[in-house]
């Protein structure tokens, strides 16, 4: 867990922070061929891969009624609003690389 959000669920508040839950994966050999129809294949393959390993997380974060904002299609990232609480929780599991602020971009 980054320094700043373990600094801020330290303050005590209950409110949900909105966070990225980076997932532990294996490696997935990039497509390197140039037939498009295999190339669909191998991105659906990934899709596959990356739900199967967000499912339990995600499922966690339901059940405990957080929302649960983005799931990336291609990489193992969870974007959600979480008690401080469920983020120490969810910490400890096994399944998870990294627990960080979600920062957003003004872009200008």
Known sequence: MEAELA??????????????FHLKEETVQPYRGSNRTEHQNHLNTLKSHYEAIQQPLV??????NQRVIYQSLYTPIVVAEVT??????????????????????IRR
Do not use: C, F, H, W
């Open 84 to 105: 401080p609480l469920l983020i120490q929780t969810i910490a400890a599991r096994s399944d998870v690389e990294r627990i960080y602020l979600e920062r957003r971009t």
């Open 7 to 20: 600094n801020r669920i330290s303050q005590g508040s209950n409110s949900p922070i909105r966070v990225i």
């Open 59 to 64: 499922n966690q974060l339901k059940e405990s």
